[in-house]
């Protein structure tokens, strides 16, 4: 019998291109930048179907040649962004000096940047990212010299996106990555082209494919009551009554990073390898908080909550507010602030 030819594998592009979302890459760096952005784009293959926008510390009184010099470096096309750029796959966009950028459904929105205090591009643009894009997010610090980019980047794995960051041993300026790598919120610490190589990998995965994710994440009862048992064994923590949809992307995103797509490959990994055991604890009680987080609840708190509590209070007693989870204190001083 004559073989079958083996059909080619599809392309990313093909793969994710098929009326989904696909994902973003927010790429930011300083001091350094330039050069690992070139090593990164030139390992990165042209059709990945994934999206880079490039956020780099730009001098706001020089114009840039930043994109027409990263063209060179890639086959893909190489835009600075203007107001209102919608983001296309296999393209990569760079911030203009001068600018805050932001995204918004898929589109790219530029303001002035502020005039005063210290401003921290990439962040305001991995928060941006993250609200936007939710587990379709991807956070990479590159080269820098100061601490830009380390809280968006728990942004985006807050929102189930995945984290880089550069290495020290390749960077120019190693502060940034360094202080990403810090808060021990990045999923990887690699080169440039290490991180191209992990990006092509992992954007194969269901979990960044949301059309055949559900598909493919058929969460079983048994699976997921083996997973709670094998983190309370290990924390002590019971997960048994955790909210199902957040604990179910918990799963897949640590699955993702592995390349596994069976639950039941997961809990036989688990048992083998307990520092996953911790990670997915990690990631299941991340924080996800911000000043002033859901407005509504803080305007009626405002409004009615203390006017009435402070109605009839005396001078010499006291208010006590109790918050059962402060994260990293951004709810209790937003509390403070309204009292």
Request: net charge negative.
């Amino acid at each position: 019998m004559a073989n079958t030819p083996e059909q080619p594998k599809p392309s990313n592009t093909e793969l994710l291109m098929d009326g989904s979302t696909f994902p973003v890459v927010g790429i930011g760096a300083s001091a350094g930048g330039l050069e690992a952005f070139t090593k990164l784009l030139r390992a990165l293959a042209v059709d990945t179907g994934m999206a880079f926008v490039l956020i780099q510390h730009l001098n706001p009184e020089q114009p840039s040649l930043l994109s027409e010099i990263l063209s060179r470096a890639t086959s893909m096309s190489v835009i600075e962004v203007e107001n209102g750029t919608a983001v296309e796959p296999n393209c990569v966009y760079v911030i203009p000096p001068n600018q805050k950028m932001l995204i918004q459904n898929g589109v790219l929105t530029l303001s002035t940047r502020p005039k005063s205090g210290h401003f921290l591009p990439i962040n305001a643009f991995f928060y941006a990212l993250a609200e936007d894009l939710g587990s379709m997010a991807i956070g990479v610090v590159l080269s820098g010299t100061d601490g830009d980019g380390a809280l968006g980047l728990k942004a985006i794995k807050a929102a189930g996106g995945l984290a880089f960051a550069q290495d020290e041993e390749s960077s120019q300026f190693p502060g940034m990555p360094r202080t990403a790598a810090a808060t021990g919120m990045v999923d990887f610490i690699l080169a440039p082209e290490e991180i191209a190589a992990e990006l092509a990998r992992v954007v194969r995965h269901p979990y960044l494919r949301p059309t055949i994710a559900q598909e493919v994440f058929t969460e079983t009862e048994e699976g997921r009551l083996a997973v709670v048992s094998i983190l309370y064994s290990a924390t002590g923590v019971d997960f048994s009554q955790y909210k199902r949809p957040s604990f179910k992307r918990r799963l897949q995103r640590r699955m993702a990073l592995l390349q596994l797509e069976s639950i039941q490959d997961y809990v036989s990994y688990l048992g083998v390898h307990p520092e996953e055991v911790q990670a997915l604890y990690q990631d299941v009680l991340i924080s996800v908080t911000a000043f002033f987080r859901d407005p509504e609840v803080f305007e009626i708190f405002k409004s009615l909550v203390l006017p009435a509590i402070t109605a009839e209070k005396t001078l010499t007693l006291p208010i006590r507010i109790w918050v059962p989870g402060c994260a990293t204190g951004e709810e209790v001083y937003s509390l403070a602030i309204c009292l």
